[in-house]
């Protein structure tokens, strides 16, 4: 099946795609499925490794000046330890000082998903206090499209003035794998 890029600015779908694989999506030629020494060497993966769960199963990277990036100004992914599989792909863009065009930007994107593929499921939107702000003053809006494997998962990250980070829009792709245990394993930071 024919990869489907997720962009920001033109979602470039000019095909109609029916998705039932999250593997089907791309963020900056990327999928999950895919291994991430493809796109990495060995040096950058140990340089950008964070720490956000309890044990390895999973690795987590994150990424802040990549020059190849097109769409984002920042990657995070995550990959399965014993054969580096991604099971996760966030592309973020911030938006410092200005959270209101985020909150266009993506009901843009959602509606233009949602226009190009079927989904299995999607929530409205909703929005969640951010368990890394201890103040319980930052929050996230977002969507969530479901497929047979995994989620797409649209939203706008409003941080608080006391927690100092930089408000941001993002776009992630996550296996049902990676998820669930995710849940599980997931350091809290504040």
Do not use: P
């Amino acid at each position: 099946m024919r990869k489907t890029i997720l962009t920001l600015f033109v979602l470039l779908f000019s095909f109609s795609v029916v998705a039932g694989d999250i593997s089907d999506f791309q963020i900056e030629g990327m999928s999950v499925g895919d291994n991430v020494s493809e796109f990495f060497t060995e040096i950058q993966i140990i340089q950008n490794t964070v720490k956000y769960h309890t044990n390895n199963k999973f690795i987590t990277l994150e990424f802040n000046n990549l020059d190849y990036l097109k769409t984002y100004e920042a990657l995070q992914l995550t990959y399965k330890s014993e054969n580096k599989i991604i099971n996760e792909i966030t592309g973020l863009i911030y938006y410092e000082y200005n959270i209101e065009d985020c909150y266009e930007k993506m009901d843009m994107v959602i509606n233009d998903i949602l226009n190009s593929i079927n989904v299995i499921d999607k929530t409205d939107k909703f929005v969640q206090k951010l368990r890394q702000d201890s103040s319980g003053k930052s929050e996230m809006t977002i969507v969530e499209l479901y497929f047979d494997s995994g989620y797409c998962q649209i939203g706008c990250y409003n941080w608080s003035d006391e927690k100092g980070w930089t408000d941001n829009f993002r776009v992630t792709i996550r296996t049902n794998e990676f998820s669930k245990w995710s849940e599980e394993n997931l350091i809290t930071k504040n």
